[in-house]
């Protein structure tokens, strides 16, 4: 890549890579979801409403080559071209966060475009790059000894329904600013939303002089591809981003593996609590892209004494009580019994409309309701079930250790996500180490915790289960240790 490229020259490749996507569309029908293959040697690609897929191949023996050969590039890459592709990775998200948006809710039902739309930005601007990587180094009697944070290789990645562009721009920031190729198995039923996003990346890399398959996809993800995958001598790290069964079986592959499981997170409110702000911090977060994010309040645990004042102002805020009858109907909706009697949760009514939901039982209610609330006790399968849609159960407790016993409980050891509104020190602390999960909101919606009204970078890909925690560049590393004796030290 000349480093004298100018702006202009950057926008000049853009509008010819454009054109010449839109030409060959044009020639090709361009209807949606056709599948045709670009005349260069590598470019294998679909269409969706009228827009080729760069990167997306048609086997996984083909991504894994392809990965392979950029790989090579990006080792000659200089961390000036990584941020070049980084900065234009990060341009094209906020150009197109809200197409996104509407493919992601489009083609999987779930979610709000608004929401994901602001998930695209914040994906866009506090995504950590190359700055994300630290050499350390040691000196003394004896020289001096780096530290060097290195790239494993070809990383695999495994996305979810959930988030699936999001994360596939997010871990492809991060991974490439390690200076790893990336090839992601996504999830079968988010393919076009996660495949726009690999196209995206791989436009940004082509209009700064980068390899053209800087992230390689499949064009029908499969348990199957996941498998070829996974087993590939190619790739050198898995990093999974689903539920319980998908990360179990990425940590038995035998494998370096990042595991992101799910959660369940509980909050906690106590009688010191802001209560109006408190109502309105969890309504918020709980609410926010239908409950999808895996940090989103699922539960909460309010003080008796405080819990009709937090209920009234949650119903100021967009919520609709339900009572026990309704709850019942609203049970044999959204949960279902799997094949060992164990209630699950009925995956069409993830990350839907609260007034969807309640429609189907019967309720109609005003463009205003965002969230189904319910009071009950702890055991309610409500509490102890992951739901991923805007139904939040409120559990009445007696006191701290209650409220941090039947909290902690419901988190099932997940150590994902937990919140707290309260001013007591005390409780907060009490809470936090009881629980030891690997985000701790206090006062503020749960989307605070990965950088969205809070500090800190964002990911969405967060690593309780193994420990990385919230993922950035550093995460897909390997250490290497680099010694000169006797010299090169100045003191
Ligand atoms: P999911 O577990 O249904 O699917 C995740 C991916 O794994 C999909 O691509 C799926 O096809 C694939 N898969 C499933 N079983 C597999 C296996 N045995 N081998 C290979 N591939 C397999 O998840 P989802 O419904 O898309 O996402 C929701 C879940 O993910 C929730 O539990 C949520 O908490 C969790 N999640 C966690 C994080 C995090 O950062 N910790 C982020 C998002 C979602």
């Not at 010819?16 to 040697?41: F, H, L, W």
């Not at 109502?279 to 989103?296: E, M, Q, R, S, V």
């Not at 008796?304 to 309704?326: F, K, P, S, T």
């Amino acid at each position: 890549m000349s480093e004298s490229m100018t702006e202009a020259q950057v926008s000049e490749i853009v509008k010819k890579v454009v054109n010449r996507i839109v030409s060959s569309d044009q020639k090709s029908g361009g209807t949606a979801k056709e599948k045709t293959t670009m005349p260069e040697k590598g470019y294998t690609a679909v269409s969706y409403q009228g827009r080729r897929y760069f990167g997306v191949f048609e086997t996984m023996e083909e991504a894994l080559e392809a990965a392979s050969e950029s790989y090579k590039k990006i080792r000659m890459m200089s961390v000036e071209d990584k941020e070049k592709v980084i900065s234009q990775i990060r341009k094209l998200i906020l150009e197109d966060a809200e197409i996104m948006a509407k493919i992601g809710v489009e083609e999987t039902g779930m979610g709000r475009v608004d929401h994901k739309t602001l998930k695209h930005i914040l994906v866009a601007n506090k995504t950590p790059g190359t700055e994300d990587l630290v050499t350390t180094a040691k000196t003394g009697d004896h020289g001096l000894t780096l530290t060097e944070t290195a790239p494993f290789g070809i990383i695999g990645s495994i996305t979810p329904s959930t988030n699936p562009s999001e994360t596939v721009l997010c871990n492809s920031i991060g991974m490439f600013a390690a200076g790893n190729a990336v090839v992601f198995n996504p999830h079968p039923h988010a393919t076009m939303a996660a495949n726009y996003a690999v196209d995206l990346v791989n436009r940004a890399s082509i209009a700064c002089g980068g390899p053209a398959n800087l992230v390689c996809s499949v064009a029908k993800p499969t348990m199957q591809t996941a498998d070829v995958m996974v087993k590939s001598p190619l790739v050198r790290m898995l990093v999974c981003t689903g539920g319980p069964g998908v990360v179990k079986a990425m940590l038995s592959s035998g494998k370096k593996a990042i595991g992101a499981g799910a959660g369940n997170p509980p909050v906690i409110v106590d009688d010191t609590a802001d209560i109006p702000k408190a109502a309105k911090d969890i309504i918020d977060g709980c609410t926010f892209d239908n409950n999808l994010p895996c940090i989103a309040e699922k539960e909460v645990f309010v003080f008796r004494n405080v819990r009709d004042e937090l209920v009234y102002y949650m119903l100021q805020n967009g919520a609709y009580q339900i009572n026990d009858a309704e709850a019942e109907k609203l049970v044999n909706t959204v949960l279902v019994k799997n094949d060992k009697g164990k209630l699950v949760i009925n995956k069409n009514w993830v990350g839907r409309d609260a007034r969807k939901i309640l429609a189907a039982i019967g309720i109609e209610v005003g463009e205003d309701i965002r969230c189904i609330v319910y009071e009950t006790a702890a055991e309610h399968p409500f509490v102890q079930t992951e739901l991923m849609m805007p139904i939040l159960p409120v559990v009445a407790v007696d006191d701290i250790d209650e409220a941090v016993e039947k909290a902690v409980q419901a988190e099932h050891g997940n150590r994902h996500t937990a919140h707290m509104h309260s001013k007591n020190i005390d409780n907060l602390t009490k809470f936090a180490r009881a629980v030891e999960t690997t985000i701790f909101v206090k006062n503020a919606p749960s989307y605070a915790g990965i950088g969205f009204g809070g500090e800190g970078h964002t990911t969405f890909t967060i690593a309780g289960p193994t420990g990385e925690g919230l993922t950035s560049a550093r995460s897909f590393t390997r250490l290497r240790r680099c010694v000169m004796t006797d010299s090169f030290r100045i003191i």
